[in-house]
């Protein structure tokens, strides 16, 4: 199950959610070079369930959402690139 949030205004790249393998909820990132790309959450990721990317820059390159942390509490994020967020 995946849902998209946000497009890139040059079209390119989309962002949203999705459920990985172990059936937890992360961000993802798609563009038509690289495919769909998982974003990560905040560490440790096996007790943070769930990311989800809400919006993307212009060209595509930064990515901005929210992780829920160990505590449970949701944290704003920025991804640069795939792997665990900037909270």
Same mark, same amino acid.
């Not at 990985?20 to 998982?38: K, M, Y």
């Not at 930064?62 to 949701?74: A, D, F, Y």
């Given at each position: ?22 059936? &937890? %909820?992360?961000?993802? @990132? ?10 990560? !959450?905040?560490?440790?990721? @096996? &007790? ?6 809400? /919006?993307? =820059? /212009? /060209? ?8 829920? =942390? ?10 640069? !690139?795939?792997?665990?967020? %900037?909270?």
């Amino acid at each position: 199950t995946s849902v998209a949030y946000a497009l890139s205004p040059n079209g390119l790249t989309v962002v949203g959610a999705a459920e990985n393998e172990p059936g &937890q %909820q992360r961000a993802f @990132v798609w563009t038509s070079s690289a495919g769909l790309q998982e974003y990560g !959450a905040l560490p440790p990721t @096996v &007790q943070t369930p769930s990311s989800e990317a809400r /919006d993307v =820059s /212009d /060209d595509g390159t930064v990515v901005v959402g929210w992780s829920r =942390s160990s505590s449970g509490n949701s944290h704003a994020c920025r991804w640069l !690139a795939p792997g665990a967020p %900037q909270s």
